[in-house]
Structures are given as C-alpha cells and as structure tokens.
C-alpha cells in the first residue's frame, strides 16, 4: 500500500478557473528579493513560462503591460540540474534589471503549476490576473495578441 503522502504527489491538480482564489506563489527574484505572490490589496498579472520559447512570449507581454503590475515565474525544474546554473544565468544577463526585480525563476512544482494552469504548450506562456483580494479574474494561455492584451489592460485598470 502507498503512502497516503506518495498518493498525494500523484493527485491530480484542478485547473484554475476565472473565479478560483489564486493559491499562491512565493520566490526569490533574479535581483534577490524574497516576495509572497499576490500581494494583498494588489491586483496583479502573473506569467508563468516553462520553455525559452515561452519565455519570448512573456516577453512581448511584458512590453505591452509597462505600468502594469506584473511578476513573471520562469518555471525550470525540469532543467537537468547541471545546467540550471548557465539556463538562470542566461536568463539573468538578457534581462533589464527592472524586469530582473519582478521575475522568479522556480525549480520545483512545475508539474503541480502545469495542471493547475492546464498546460497544453510548453511553447507559450499563460497569463493570469489577479485582483487585490487574490481571485483570478482573466487568463490567457494562447499565443500573445494585441487584441488579448487590450482586453488584459482593459480589466486591469
């Protein structure tokens, strides 16, 4: 018989849903500063990224999104651990330091993430905004579009 704690790692996630209290994320970001996602109060756009390609996606969200509060987690635990070093380094020096300030890169629960996300494409980033009591109010797991984004910055003002 399984441990009840070994059949819990295999429990399936369910998916966030517009509505859903967004369960938290906490990090230390690129420049290391420590934060607890979301912050109360704050409304706020989260973009999780499994894949560089994902990571240019995130990208051209984030330059749509200046004056936006927004924080990006770059998912990597699925990195061999030998290379984890160089990929976050990579990461950092393509990076402007204000961005630096504002992304996470996570190495564990990427799987727990990819269900509660419903990852499909590993080649895209999902967007989600929360509002300052912590739901989610607005997701995207498309590629990025301006039309998504104007819906995006229409709700987040």
């Known amino acids: 018989m399984l441990a009840p704690v070994l059949l819990l790692a295999f429990a399936a996630v369910a998916p966030l849903r517009t509505g859903d209290v967004f369960p938290g994320f906490s990090g230390q970001t690129i420049s290391g500063r420590t934060v607890a996602l979301p912050e109360a109060g704050k409304q706020l756009v989260v973009i999780f990224s499994f894949s560089r390609a994902a990571g240019d996606d995130d990208r051209h969200w984030r330059e749509r999104l200046e004056g936006v509060e927004c924080y990006g987690i770059i998912m990597l635990e699925s990195v061999p651990r030998l290379r984890r070093g160089m990929v976050a380094s990579g990461i950092k020096s393509g990076m402007p330091q204000a961005v630096r ?45 301006e039309s998504e984004c104007t819906k995006l910055l229409s709700m987040s003002k």
Not at 101 to 119: C, F, G
Not at 121 to 142: C, E, I, Q
Request: glycine share 6%.
């Open 101 to 145: 300030d504002r992304t996470i890169i996570s190495y564990k629960e990427e799987v727990i993430w990819k269900q509660r996300l419903a990852v499909y494409d590993d080649k895209r980033a999902y967007v989600m905004l929360v509002d300052g009591s912590g739901k989610v109010v607005w997701t995207n797991s498309g590629a990025f579009t």
